[in-house]
């Protein structure tokens, strides 16, 4: 279809799936719900991919430390799935991801529009009924039914009240009536059947069909209609962005659009290679990093930092910096004292205890690398594309603790395609592998103010 996704068309069955068959009792058994669990995919904007079988531990594991995947769509729940047998995919499996930090998009993808020639697949997974009597009712019965046991199987795997549900939807013949029609309904009565039952409903199809269908069901404006709230957009144009020529980017226009921008292919991250199709995620209110005070409101993010030592009679430091220093020093612990503009004997002790501690020449001098010692003396996350937080911001201000201008970059607090390209600068100065994200290797040289 010109690129325009029909994922199972190209790929009859997932590497190592038996088709069997899942049951809501066998959902049930995968383990009870962990309410710890983050909601999910939650706020992101960034990347993510998705393949039907649910990977292994290990590759998810060296995919986390090798990839700029963020988002992984999984299939928890539908009859005409492919892997209908999930090998590796449980309640700890989800516990375990979240915990690392991967944004799940839960998929469930179950009987398909009457005139999609492929279904059903098995013969025991019937297609939408394209009856329309009385509003298209038996669609919409098998839409609440299909509703009911995706959050069976959510509950059964952990996945958090309020996360979002996709509905899979293959490509299909818009210009069949009843076809799409009876299609449009069933997405109504899932999207109202999955907001009862407390998660958040969404769709996903290819832009020539089902999602450019939605989009003319919107402009229509019929009288009962629920949309899902997020849509997962299938064009595979190789654009990394939410954006499609099908429907305008003024509609699901609020952080609530996943792209799956390329088709099924094999990418080797860690040494596990993983056939996949790539998506890009804006989903919740994006990637969001909430602001934080410190030491009662010193400012300590700047576009630059710069060489700081006691004033002379030629030289006064710039107070702003010297309360930066002090705020942080005090927060690393290093520095009990008054937050003043003022670099005074209390704050000599605490820059040479700095120094001497983290392997640097002991000084009154406080320099650019010392900076970048500071900021990499947190926690040392592996973060990528979305990512966002505090730790986002250390980066962000090493990264400011240099001469090098291009590798300057804003305070936000989220890893956007600015300290993308500030990193990979970085990077590829020091004559690391340049991937722009941040890795072991990356606090590594920080911390040691290179």
């Known amino acids: 279809m010109g690129g ?5 068309a190209r790929r009859a069955l997932c590497a190592g799936v038996l088709a069997g068959v899942m049951t809501v009792a066998g959902l049930a058994s995968a383990g009870p719900a962990t309410a710890a669990n983050p909601v999910t995919p939650g706020n992101f904007t960034g990347f993510g991919f998705d393949q039907c079988q649910a990977p292994s531990q290990t590759a998810m594991d060296r995919w986390w430390a090798d990839s700029n995947f963020t988002g992984v769509g999984i299939y928890i729940a539908g009859r005409s799935r ?8 449980s309640a700890t499996w989800v516990r375990n991801q979240l915990a690392r930090g991967w944004r799940l998009l839960p998929i469930t993808l179950g009987p398909q529009a009457s005139c999609n020639p492929r279904y059903p697949r098995y013969g025991d997974d ?13 669609a919409r019965r098998q839409a609440i039914n299909e509703a009911n046991t995706a959050v069976t199987a959510a ?5 958090a009240a309020g996360s979002t549900m ?10 069949n009536r009843t076809c799409r029609e009876s299609a449009m309904w069933f997405i109504s009565a899932w999207s109202h059947r999955i907001k009862v039952l407390g998660y958040r409903p969404a769709m996903y199809s290819s832009a020539a069909s089902g999602i450019k269908a939605i989009y003319d069901v919107r402009r229509a404006q019929p009288s009962g209609f629920t949309y899902p709230a997020d849509l997962w957009i299938a064009d595979w144009d190789g654009k990394a962005n939410t954006s499609t020529t099908y429907i305008p980017d003024s509609v699901w226009s609020d952080h609530d659009r996943v792209k799956q921008y390329r088709g099924g292919h094999d990418e080797t991250h860690g040494g596990v290679t993983i056939n996949i199709d790539s998506d890009y995620l804006d989903v919740g209110r994006g990637s969001y990093a909430p602001p934080v005070v410190r030491c009662g409101g010193v400012r300590v993010d700047f576009d630059y930092y710069p060489d700081l030592r006691p004033a002379t009679s030629t030289y ?22 008054v937050m003043s503009g003022y670099y005074g004997s209390a704050l000599r002790a605490a820059v040479h205890s700095w120094q001497r501690t983290h392997g640097l020449a002991v000084r009154d001098l406080w320099t650019r690398g010392a900076w970048k010692t500071l900021w990499a003396a947190n926690r040392h996350p592996i973060l990528k594309r979305g990512s966002a937080g505090d730790q986002v911001r250390d980066l962000q201000r090493a990264l400011n603790s240099t001469t090098r201008t291009e590798e300057r970059v804003k305070v936000t607090g989220v890893l956007d395609w600015t300290t993308h390209v500030g990193l990979v600068a970085y990077q590829r100065r020091l004559g690391r592998s340049v991937n722009g994200f941040a890795t072991a290797v990356t606090w590594y040289d920080l911390s040691r103010a290179r």
């Not at 325009?4 to 199972?8: A, D, E, F």
């Not at 996709?166 to 490509?171: G, M």
């Open 82 to 89: 492919a892997c209908r047998t999930q090998t590796y995919l």
């Open 4 to 8: 325009i996704s029909s994922r199972h």
């Open 316 to 337: 006064t430091p710039p107070a702003a910096y010297v309360k930066a220093l002090k705020c942080m020093l005090s927060t690393r612990g290093t520095f009990d004292g």
């Open 126 to 138: 019937p297609k939408i009924d394209p009856d329309p009597a009385d509003g298209y009712a038996a």
């Open 155 to 159: 509950k059964g795997y952990g996945i």
């Open 166 to 175: 996709f509905y899979d939807l293959e490509a299909f013949d818009i210009a």
